[in-house]
C-alpha cells in the first residue's frame, strides 16, 4: 500500500508540474531538427509541450521502434503507459541539458535536470544517430530506408557521390528531391534515473 502511496504521489506530482508548462515558443517550433543530441532532445521537449504525439513519434530511434513494437497510431498508448510508469519524463519538456555521455560510436545519453519546487530532478535518454535517404516525386514520398552512411555518401575528388536505390519504375527524372542524411534518434529512457 505504501508503495503505491509513493508512485501516486509523484505521478500527481509530475501532473502537477505538467499542467504548469507554457506552449512552446516560435523560436522553438523554428529549432525543430534531429541534427545533433541536443537539437533532438529540444525537439522532443517542443512535442511534450505541444502535447504532440507524432511530433515526439518523429524523435524516436527505429530500434526503439521495432524493440517495443510501437507504431505511429501505437505511441499515443505507449507514451500513456510509459508516463504512467515513469511520470517524471513529463518534466522533460522543462529539462536543461547537464552533459553528454558518449556510449559508444554514434550513441549517447544526455543527462538532464529539471529544477522543481522541492528537488532538482535529473534523468538520463539515450540517443543514438541514424543515417537516412528520401525520394520523393512531386509531394509525395517513393522510397526511403535507413542505411550506413559510408555506403550512400562517398568522395569523389572535391564532390559528394550520393547512391540510393531507385524505386522501380521510376526514372531519375521521376525524382523531385534526394535527401539524405544523419539524424539523432531518442533510442531509450534509462530506467532509475530519477527518483520524484
Same mark, same amino acid.
Given at each position: 500500500? %505504501?508503495?503505491?502511496?509513493?508512485? =501516486?504521489?509523484?505521478?500527481?506530482?509530475? =501532473?502537477?508540474?505538467?499542467? !504548469?508548462?507554457?506552449?512552446?515558443?516560435?523560436?522553438?517550433?523554428?529549432? $525543430?531538427? #534531429? %541534427?545533433?543530441?541536443?537539437?533532438?532532445?529540444?525537439? #522532443?521537449?517542443?512535442?511534450?509541450?505541444?502535447? &504532440?504525439?507524432?511530433?515526439?513519434? %518523429? !524523435?524516436?530511434?527505429?530500434? &526503439?521502434?521495432?524493440?517495443?513494437?510501437?507504431?505511429?497510431?501505437?505511441?499515443?498508448?505507449?507514451?500513456?503507459?510509459? #508516463?504512467?510508469?515513469?511520470?517524471?519524463?513529463?518534466?522533460?519538456?522543462?529539462?536543461?541539458?547537464? %552533459?553528454?555521455?558518449? =556510449?559508444?560510436?554514434?550513441? $549517447?545519453r544526455v543527462h538532464a535536470e529539471v529544477d522543481t519546487w522541492f528537488k532538482d530532478v535529473e534523468f538520463a535518454v539515450d540517443l543514438v544517430r541514424e543515417d537516412y535517404w528520401e525520394l520523393y516525386a512531386g509531394a509525395e514520398r517513393v522510397a526511403d530506408d535507413l542505411g550506413d552512411w559510408r555506403q550512400m555518401v562517398r568522395e569523389r575528388g572535391d564532390e559528394l557521390d550520393v547512391r540510393v536505390p531507385r524505386p522501380e519504375g521510376r526514372s531519375a527524372e521521376d525524382i523531385s528531391e534526394l535527401r539524405a542524411g544523419r539524424e539523432w534518434k531518442i533510442d531509450g529512457f534509462p530506467l532509475g534515473t530519477a527518483d520524484p
Amino acid at each position: 500500500m %505504501r508503495n503505491r502511496l509513493h508512485v =501516486l504521489l509523484a505521478a500527481l506530482w509530475a =501532473l502537477g508540474l505538467s499542467a !504548469c508548462l507554457s506552449a512552446p515558443t516560435s523560436e522553438a517550433w523554428l529549432a $525543430v531538427g #534531429f %541534427r545533433s543530441p541536443e537539437q533532438t532532445f529540444a525537439t #522532443f521537449q517542443t512535442g511534450l509541450r505541444a502535447d &504532440l504525439p507524432d511530433l515526439e513519434y %518523429r !524523435c524516436l530511434a527505429g530500434g &526503439l521502434k521495432r524493440r517495443e513494437g510501437i507504431s505511429q497510431l501505437g505511441w499515443r498508448e505507449y507514451r500513456r503507459e510509459l #508516463f504512467r510508469k515513469q511520470p517524471w519524463l513529463k518534466l522533460a519538456a522543462k529539462a536543461e541539458i547537464q %552533459r553528454l555521455e558518449p =556510449l559508444g560510436p554514434g550513441r $549517447v545519453r544526455v543527462h538532464a535536470e529539471v529544477d522543481t519546487w522541492f528537488k532538482d530532478v535529473e534523468f538520463a535518454v539515450d540517443l543514438v544517430r541514424e543515417d537516412y535517404w528520401e525520394l520523393y516525386a512531386g509531394a509525395e514520398r517513393v522510397a526511403d530506408d535507413l542505411g550506413d552512411w559510408r555506403q550512400m555518401v562517398r568522395e569523389r575528388g572535391d564532390e559528394l557521390d550520393v547512391r540510393v536505390p531507385r524505386p522501380e519504375g521510376r526514372s531519375a527524372e521521376d525524382i523531385s528531391e534526394l535527401r539524405a542524411g544523419r539524424e539523432w534518434k531518442i533510442d531509450g529512457f534509462p530506467l532509475g534515473t530519477a527518483d520524484p
